[in-house]
T-cell receptor, first 113, second 107 residues
């Protein structure tokens, strides 16, 4: 069965723009979480959605937002991009989130110039 | 606050030698701990979790609540073990990762 799919894989944006990243979870998985990976900070939790509801949120500014659709697909949006937002954004899915193995996508590489 | 600490950014070990990747955590409760691995050009994947008490690819990890540690061990390193390893702690529905240790196996 297909793994977690993220699009786009690579993108370049300029400061001040906004970006939307998409994630399609493994079929049947209802929990989707997002992480930011940078060399300096490592992997940091952004937020987690289950059945279209945000259940958990990390310590990121309000410029970072997300949503989940009824088919469990999720998007995350970053507005007013800053250079420091350059990172690999990883999406992960699991069946319920609790006690279930989470599976990661390959990520979306965002470069802000 | 919950935190996961991996003190080594890089660990170089000769092939056939024992490996120990250190992980310490701070958590006010019963932790659920994991090790994730990312091989070159591959996605992040679960290696093992403490509740399973399993051995995967020869790796084991024991939760030591007294020392708040969850070190990853393998008795004999293999070249294919070269990768980035992340220790992680699960709190509610989010996973808190350490900053990772790059394991480099020397021939």
């Amino acid at each position: 069965k297909a793994g977690v799919t993220q699009t786009p894989r690579y993108l370049i944006k300029t400061r001040g723009q906004q970006v939307t990243l998409s994630c399609s979870p493994i079929s049947g998985h209802r929990s989707v979480s997002w992480y930011q990976q940078t060399p300096g900070q490592g992997l940091q939790f952004l937020f987690e959605y289950f059945s279209e509801t945000q259940r958990n949120k990390g310590n990121f500014p309000g410029r970072f937002s997300g949503r989940q659709f009824s088919n469990s697909r999720s998007e995350m949006n970053v507005s007013t991009l800053e250079l420091g937002d350059s990172a690999l954004y990883l999406c992960a899915s699991s069946f319920t989130g609790e006690g279930n193995t989470i599976y990661f996508g390959e990520g979306s590489w965002l470069t802000v110039v | 606050a919950q935190r996961v600490t991996q003190p080594e950014k890089l660990l170089s070990v000769f092939k056939g030698a024992p490996v120990e990747l250190k992980c310490n955590y701070s958590y006010s409760g019963s932790p659920e701990l994991f090790w994730y691995v990312q091989y070159s050009r591959q996605r992040l994947q679960l290696l093992l979790r403490h509740i399973s008490r399993e051995s995967i690819k020869g790796f084991t990890a024991d939760l030591n609540k007294g020392e708040t540690s969850f070190h990853l061990k393998k008795p004999f390193a293999q070249e294919e073990d070269s990768a980035m390893y992340y220790c992680a702690l699960k709190k509610d529905d989010k996973i808190i990762f350490g900053k990772g240790t790059r394991l480099h196996i020397l021939p």
